[in-house]
């Protein structure tokens, strides 16, 4: 069981003086002792709007993150509280609170689209926080979303970043939850009541035209709908009369409105319940150490005046892991033969084979601590969506007349349906098509048998099938090679180099091995001309013998990267 991390209070994360933004080595220390999971949710908003309050109840705690109480933001920077999940066990909730945006002290939107994207690029969940309606002065001031292809690159490739490209950016963004403050609106519609979450998606409609005003209207509502296809909107009451709204956090809960409680407790179920592990491309759960080395890797691109790029901070908790991994395996390997050879060996064979099982099991190490990506994800989504249509085929369903053309319909349902859900990473086409290669044999065997079609429709259907499948074979596999080629390069050059690595490790090891049988057998041969001149020549041919035999078998002692 993983020991758990739970800080007394929030700390900075990355300060933010004077412009600048700088890690705090303190809160990463934290977060390199968390070998749990991290489920991170950060908040962001206009600054006096009620952040740090809907932080401190996530956390399970009246006070906490600092509440303000005058016009000035309080927060400065991103700070962090690590506390123990309250619903998932062996998970650590990482709360990300953030200064509020449009400081009139401050007054550097630039600094503040950092924020914003800092958010964006470290959460599982992000929380938009913001007081009354969603009316356009709201959306005029949720423009940090329009900027996001300015702040963030989804990869290494140049021309890659916009709006159109935003398949590229869900697949790392997190889940977006609107949450609206003092709300005084009735949730109601032509009389019928709605929920809010029916009144973002009305609020996120687009206005038809082309025109400048039209433009302005779309672009912050467009980048919502295709950043975040996984949204969620809660409506807050006034939380206490005005005058009390100073020293909120230190009203007693029956000083607070009713229905303020309720809302808060329902945000809160929702939040704890609903947000995801933090991942990476391929669904690879992210934990502290992980988080740490993605805080560092995206500060310090912005930083130098680079943007923070997604890709490299992969890559780059790539090379960090399978350079501990190379460690891990020669410790291994060293701890496994300082522990079974007992220098010299009875003979060069059982030296060979230790040496062997101990490459083999170092070999087991670096492989199960290395960082790559894995289709477990893909196939787990694969089989929550084509499970029916297996059922089916298992229940006969579509061994009837007809049942070809309703097989082939079904299948492409649920091809779509496999293509809007969110975050399935880079591979998530690769998988599709090697599922959908693996039932074409159901599918012509139906065909055959679909007693509804002739013998010319089978031939004209069977000729259509393999064009259609060829051409998108074809184009799948064109899009996979452009989008993952390069990063599975970098990759595979960071996992070769580190296998190289280890492999040098060991073959001097193997010399250091040759060296000390070499010296065994200079020994037996001084052993062997003592034995001559002192007439001993049947002790002498018997020794003869061990010689050929550590001699021959010298030859067998491999270097290891001809075994690998």
């Given at each position: 069981m993983a020991p758990e991390i739970n800080l007394p209070g929030p700390m900075s994360l990355i300060d933010n003086t004077k412009g600048q933004l700088v890690v705090n080595p303190e809160a990463l220390k934290i977060l390199s002792a968390i070998t749990q999971p991290v489920v991170v949710v950060a908040i962001v908003g206009l600054y006096r709007t009620g952040k740090s309050y809907l932080m401190n109840k996530l956390a399970g705690k009246k006070n906490g993150f600092s509440l303000g109480s005058t016009v000035k933001s309080h927060t400065k920077g991103i700070w962090m509280w690590c506390v123990p999940h309250p619903k998932k066990p062996e998970h650590t909730l990482v709360l990300l609170d953030t200064e509020g945006l449009g400081d009139i002290e401050k007054g550097d939107n630039e600094n503040d689209s950092w924020i914003f994207a800092l958010a964006i690029l470290l959460s599982s969940t992000f929380v938009y926080n913001s007081m009354g309606t969603i009316n356009q002065q709201a959306m005029d001031q949720l423009h940090y979303v329009t900027e996001l292809t300015d702040r963030i690159k989804a990869n290494s490739s140049p021309g890659n970043n916009s709006v159109d490209d935003s398949a590229d950016f869900v697949s790392f963004f997190p889940a977006f939850v609107w949450t609206l403050r003092d709300f005084t609106l009735e949730l109601e519609v032509d009389g019928e009541p709605i929920t809010a979450d029916d009144y973002l998606e009305l609020s996120l409609k687009l206005r038809k035209g082309t025109d400048k005003k039209s433009k302005s209207f779309n672009d912050p509502r467009l980048c919502i709908r295709k950043f975040f296809p996984k949204r969620k909107c809660f409506v807050f009451d006034w939380p206490a009369p005005k005058k009390y709204l100073a020293h909120l956090e230190q009203l007693k809960e029956e000083e607070l409105n009713p229905d303020f409680i309720e809302q808060v407790a329902e945000f809160c179920s929702y939040i704890l319940s609903h947000s995801n592990v933090k991942t990476l491309s391929g669904g690879i759960p992210v934990n502290g150490p992980r988080l740490e080395s993605l805080v560092l890797t995206y500060v310090n691109a912005i930083s130098s005046g680079d943007l923070p790029c997604m890709e490299n901070a992969v890559l780059a908790l790539?090379?960090?892991?399978?350079?501990?991994?190379?460690?891990?395996?020669?410790?291994?390997?060293?701890?496994?033969?300082?522990?079974k050879v007992?220098?010299?060996?009875e003979t060069l064979q059982e030296l060979l084979d230790l040496h062997r099982d101990s490459e083999r099991e170092a070999i087991e190490v670096f492989m199960k601590n290395s960082f790559k990506d894995v289709d477990q994800m893909f196939q787990r989504k694969l089989g929550d969506i084509f499970g029916p249509l297996e059922e089916d085929v298992k229940q006969g369903t579509f061994s009837k007349p007809g049942g070809y053309r309703l097989f082939t319909q079904k299948l492409q349902e649920l091809k779509?349906?496999?293509?809007?859900?969110?975050?399935?990473?880079?591979q998530a086409k690769e998988v599709l098509k090697k599922y959908l290669e693996s039932k074409e044999d159901v599918a012509d065997a139906l065909l055959q048998t679909d007693q509804s079609l002739s013998e010319k429709e089978k031939a004209i259907e069977v000729e259509r099938i393999k064009a259609e499948s060829a051409e998108a074979a074809k184009k799948m596999l064109e899009e996979i090679q452009k989008k993952n080629e390069e990063m599975m390069e970098q990759k595979e050059k960071s996992y070769q180099e580190h296998v190289k690595q280890l492999t040098e490790k060991m073959e001097r090891d193997r010399a250091q091995l040759m060296a000390e049988q070499e010296k065994t057998?200079?020994?037996?041969?001084?052993?062997?001309?003592?034995?001559?001149?002192e007439g001993f020549e049947n002790e002498s041919k018997r020794l003869q013998k061990d010689i050929w035999d550590i001699q021959m078998r010298s030859k067998s002692l491999e270097p290891i990267c001809n075994i690998l």
């Open positions: 790539a090379q960090i892991e399978n350079s501990a991994a190379v460690e891990k395996a020669i410790a291994h390997y060293e701890q496994q033969m300082g522990q007992q220098l010299p060996t779509n349906k496999y293509y809007q859900v969110p975050r399935k990473g880079i057998l200079a020994l037996k041969l001084q052993e062997q001309e003592r034995l001559l001149k």
